[in-house]
């Protein structure tokens, strides 16, 4: 039994389809996996977010969450936990440095701009300007 016609052309297209779908998949997988790796310090990326989350999460109240609920709102559905960990996790960076005692929304914005990378930085403007908020005094978080 040899393939012809229409049935080769769709089982080549479902191959096609397939190759891709998997090269995106562990793509994103190994991505993952290298911010796992533990440093020199011993700890990876995760462990970090993951310590300076926990390590803040008292200062987090309800007008805070919902300003970073507001702003991971251009992020696609799929990816909107992982952005928000990283992000919360580069906030609690920033407080720990700090050694504040309460949160302001100076912070969430610039922790923000600073744990997104830069092709991402159009979408946050114009997101805080739909907010209202004004992104002068966080210019210089922009151009880092």
Request: hydrophobic residues 45%.
């Amino acid at each position: 039994m040899a393939l012809e016609g229409w049935f080769l052309w769709f089982i080549l297209f479902w191959v096609v389809v397939l190759v891709g779908l998997f090269a995106i998949g562990g793509y994103f997988m190994f991505r993952k996996f290298l911010k796992s790796i533990p440093k020199k310090d011993g700890l990876s990326d995760l462990n970090w977010e993951e310590y300076y989350v926990n390590k803040t999460i008292h200062l987090w109240g309800d007008r805070e969450k919902e300003l970073l609920n507001e702003l991971v709102q251009p992020v696609p559905d799929l990816f909107r936990p992982v952005a928000k960990q990283k992000i919360a996790g580069r906030i609690g960076q920033i407080l720990v440095e700090e050694k504040v005692s309460k949160m302001e929304h100076e912070h969430i914005i610039r922790g923000y701009i600073q744990a997104t990378p830069k092709r991402d930085h159009k979408f946050l403007r114009k997101k805080l300007d739909e907010l209202n908020i004004d992104v002068s005094p966080y210019e210089s978080y922009f151009e880092q």
